[in-house]
Structures are given as structure tokens and as C-alpha cells.
């Protein structure tokens, strides 16, 4: 059964400030995808927003896009692998100084390729045990949370 978890964080905003008004919301998927145990974790490059933070791979939901075949397309163009979408692990909203980020990340499968470092510096595969112990962008954190928990 999937979870819902609402994390707020607005960077520059004060005890009692709102958040401004009109803020950009960015809808993505995440793959949590696991192999004999382990999960893949995705470290984002030095440039752009979250540099050097870690994620679980995917990206934006296109219009007319599914969530899953959004997915199964971001996987293919980050990755360069073929994967199959399981079930929800949970959906987050979190607030960064860009927009806000509505993540919904899924279990899937690696059924195909070796994963190919086109967008991210580095990728691991950890024991959900260990997932804890890299620095995950806050709209991941909540999922690393059910996984290193389950």
C-alpha cells in the first residue's frame, strides 16, 4: 500500500512568513529499482539544482504521460535500461526555492542494460539498510524512509 507524505520547506522564509504565492509545481516519478536486494541510487551532477544530492532516477511527467510510462521513457533516456513498473512506494510534495515538487516514487525491475551515467556523476547499489547514509534530496527522503524501514 502506498504512502502519502507532505514535507514543507521553503529556503529564505522565516518562522510565521507564507510561502509566496504562484509558486511552479513540477510533477516527477522516481524508479526504485532493485536488483538481488539492493537499490539504485542516483547521484544528480555538480551543476543545477540539488547538485550532488542523491535520488532515486526519473524525472518529469510529460503531458499526456502516464506516471509509469513516464517512467519506463526517463529510465531509457537517464540510464540507457529497460525496466518494468511495479507498485507505488509513495508520493511526496516538498517545497525547494525552484517550485514545488510532487514526486511519486514506484518499485521496478531492471529487466534489461547495464545503467549508464549520462545525467547523474555516480550511481551505488545499496542494501535498503544503508540507504540512510547518503545525503538524498528532501522530496526523496519520506520513500528512502519506507524502503529502509520495509
Known amino acids: 500500500m502506498a504512502r502519502t507524505a507532505e ?6 522564509l522565516g518562522p510565521g512568513k507564507l510561502p509566496r504565492v504562484g509558486v511552479k509545481e513540477i510533477s516527477v516519478v522516481g524508479a ?10 542516483a ?15 526519473g524525472g518529469k511527467i510529460e503531458p499526456g504521460e502516464t506516471p509509469r510510462d513516464a517512467l519506463i521513457r526517463e529510465i ?6 529497460e525496466i518494468t513498473v511495479g507498485d507505488e512506494v509513495t508520493t511526496t510534495r516538498h517545497v525547494y526555492d ?5 514526486l511519486t516514487t514506484f518499485w521496478c525491475e531492471l529487466v534489461d542494460g547495464t545503467p549508464t551515467l549520462t545525467e547523474h556523476a555516480e550511481v551505488r547499489w545499496l542494501a535498503p539498510a544503508d ?3 547518503l545525503e538524498w534530496a528532501p522530496a526523496d527522503v519520506p520513500a528512502v524512509e519506507i524502503i529502509g524501514a520495509g
Open 7 to 12: 514535507s514543507s520547506h521553503v529556503v529564505g
Open 32 to 41: 526504485v529499482i532493485s536488483r538481488e536486494g539492493q537499490v539504485l541510487c
Open 43 to 57: 547521484r544528480r551532477g555538480p551543476q543545477g539544482s540539488l547538485a550532488g544530492m542523491w535520488e532515486f532516477p
Open 76 to 81: 531509457d533516456e537517464e540510464l540507457g535500461c
Open 98 to 102: 525552484f517550485g514545488a515538487v510532487t
Open 131 to 133: 540507504l540512510g547514509q
